[in-house]
């Protein structure tokens, strides 16, 4: 049964870091694209960043540009995603998804696999 497992979220206080990782069982990780997403209460589900599987290529939202960073373990079948100078406007339950075709972080339908999320708190 294909899963996808998210570990690593906690409450920090603004500008510290979190690093989120996103495991996978029952299917072959290497071939998908990943996609980070995050839903805080009463808003909408929202792209934050994607590695893709054809070339490593990453993308990252206007919102977590320069602060945030994707990258995938191939051996160990795990997508991290390091959180840094973390916001409160970053809390948010944090989704990792996988699609087998590219990368894209505005549209949460073509991603195949979802995890359960992960909950990270931002608060002084």
């Known amino acids: 049964q294909p899963q996808l497992v998210e570990s690593g979220g906690g409450l920090v206080q603004p500008g510290e870091s979190l690093r989120l990782s996103c495991e996978a069982s029952g299917f072959t990780l290497n071939y998908y694209s990943v996609g980070w997403f995050r839903q805080a209460p009463g808003k909408e589900r929202e792209g934050v960043s994607c590695i893709s599987s054809r070339d490593g290529s990453t993308y990252y939202s206007d919102s977590v540009k320069g602060r945030f960073n994707i990258s995938r373990a191939n051996a160990k079948s795990t997508v991290s995603l390091q959180m840094n100078s973390l916001k409160p406007e970053d809390t948010a339950v944090y989704y990792c998804?996988?699609?087998?075709?590219?990368?894209?972080?505005?549209?949460?339908?073509?991603?195949?696999?979802w995890g359960q999320g992960t909950q990270a708190t931002v608060s002084s």
């Open positions: 998804a996988a699609s087998i075709a590219g990368c894209t972080l505005l549209t949460p339908s073509t991603y195949l696999y």
